[in-house]
């Protein structure tokens, strides 16, 4: 007797065939390949998506509970080799331990998603929508406590896959990093209930092909069919529209690529269409003012301070208005290097008419230890004075003192409403997104040597997010 109470024959296969299928657990070793190439600094956007839809998949229709601990551990080991070298790159002891800990801990989101997500799948309709959205909405809202909470800030958040589609990024100005994991999350359920009637369809097929047709198993695939697009029961569904099933057509697929297709074209209005005048102009039209010539100092290890002092005193003699030096890159040990270190880039500043971002660590024995950053004017003054607010875990924590949680801004004539945050604050949100209400027109950004990956796509992020 299968699910609906029917009789079967035994060459007749029921519904839970999906689940008690040894193929099914083909996906374990799948898995955390995907997750290797998801969330982590090798990003594909695509496995991403697959990954939220087989996941969802293999737990919907896993029936021992012990497998799910397996595929937890996997996934785990997965995000350690996605995230390994982030640590192991600046000599860490132990690295590899610390980022599957790591992993173990980010892993737990997804575990409690999933499972919450199982359970739905009895508590609920079977064409419910509460069914389809419990994985994005317990996804995203574990995701917003995390992000405010933890110490890693963004980092390892799933959203950054999508940091490569401009146009969906954009809809982080509209419902910030929430938004996006909400968007991604929800192709999850959708993309696994197509997989799950694509099968069913499938094993109808080859079960008519074995029986000369049965109206048993048409009804059992009907019944148990994970969206409205196979369900015909109810009579409202047989209303007709425009030659259309009115109720039929908002399948959950068809109604999640109506959002998407909104969000698509959200972004692609920004992107496109959001300066004015509609028609192309010149750059001298479209920039009236001049252009700012503006220089980096990048530390080296073989560096001294006289090496960087050197270096910005001839980006500002060639015209650079704007010399940020990147983060540690000055090492002050006592006071008196710390009074001819701002001395001698005060003599700069005001020589040249030049903007100077100082970056430096402060290790004066008599003292706790900062990470800093500070912005001198052309005539002299230190209007800007922060201290790194975000320390790295592991790494900066045990050496430097965190500074307040606040966003420093100054107006200036030549650039506007400037502010500066060091490296691994722009992780943060709550302060990152302080830009927007206080009207900053220029962040300055003393990061450390990293390359592009992964630091750049966050700052990619929270310039969306500030342009809200």
Not at 111 to 125: A, E, V, Y
Not at 152 to 175: K, R
Not at 367 to 396: C, M, R
């Amino acid at each position: 007797m299968d699910l609906s109470g029917h009789l079967r024959t035994p060459s007749q296969t029921s519904f839970s065939s999906l689940s008690n299928s040894p193929k099914l657990h083909f996906l374990i070793p799948i898995l955390p390949i995907l997750t290797i190439f998801g969330p982590g600094f090798q990003s594909i956007s695509t496995f991403t998506f697959l990954w939220f839809i087989l996941s969802i998949f293999y737990i919907r229709n896993t029936s021992k509970w012990w497998l799910l601990l397996i595929y937890y551990i996997l996934n785990s080991v997965g995000f350690m080799f996605a995230y390994l070298n982030m640590l192991g790159s600046v000599g860490l002891k132990g690295y590899p331990g610390i980022i599957f800990s790591i992993g173990l801990l980010v892993n737990l989101i997804m575990f409690i998603s999933l499972i919450l997500d199982k359970i739905s799948q009895h508590m609920f309709n079977v064409v419910g929508w509460a069914r389809i959205l419990t994985f994005p909405f317990v996804w995203t809202g574990l995701w917003t406590i995390f992000l405010y909470t933890w110490a890693m800030g963004d980092m390892t958040n799933y959203a950054f896959s999508l940091l490569g589609i401009d146009e969906i990024m954009q809809f982080a100005s509209f419902a910030g990093l929430s938004g996006i994991n909400f968007i991604l999350t929800w192709g999850g359920p959708v993309g696994c209930d197509v997989l799950t009637n694509w099968l069913l369809i499938n094993t109808k097929n080859s079960l008519n092909v074995q029986n000369g047709g049965s109206l048993i198993i048409d009804q059992d695939l009907e019944d148990h069919s994970t969206d409205t697009i196979l369900s015909i029961n109810n009579i409202r569904r047989r209303r007709h529209f425009f030659k259309f099933s009115i109720p039929s057509i908002f399948t959950s697929l068809f109604v999640y690529l109506i959002v998407l297709f909104i969000v698509i074209s959200y972004g692609s209005i920004r992107l496109s269409t959001g300066y004015l005048p509609f028609y192309q102009q010149t750059i001298n039209d479209f920039v009236p003012s001049s252009l700012i010539t503006m220089g980096c100092v990048i530390r080296q290890n073989s560096s001294i301070n006289s090496d960087y002092i050197e270096t910005t005193r001839e980006l500002a003699a060639n015209g650079s208005k704007l010399v940020l030096w990147s983060e540690g890159s000055g090492n002050i040990t006592d006071t008196t290097q710390l009074n001819d270190l701002f001395t001698s880039l005060t003599n700069i500043s005001q020589t040249y008419n030049t903007y100077i971002g100082v970056a430096y660590i402060d290790l004066r024995p008599e003292q706790p230890h900062y990470n800093k950053l500070a912005v001198i004017s052309p005539s002299g003054d230190i209007i800007i004075d922060y201290t790194k607010s975000h320390l790295v875990p592991f790494l900066e924590s045990k050496v430097f003192n965190r500074g307040v949680n606040v966003l420093q801004t100054n107006i200036t004539k030549e650039l506007g409403v400037i502010g500066a945050a060091i490296c691994f604050d722009y992780d943060f949100p709550s302060l990152i997104k302080q830009a927007s209400s206080k009207n900053v027109n220029l962040m300055l950004d003393a990061s450390n040597t990293w390359g592009k990956i992964f630091h750049q796509f966050s700052f990619d992020f929270q310039y969306i997010f500030k342009k809200k």
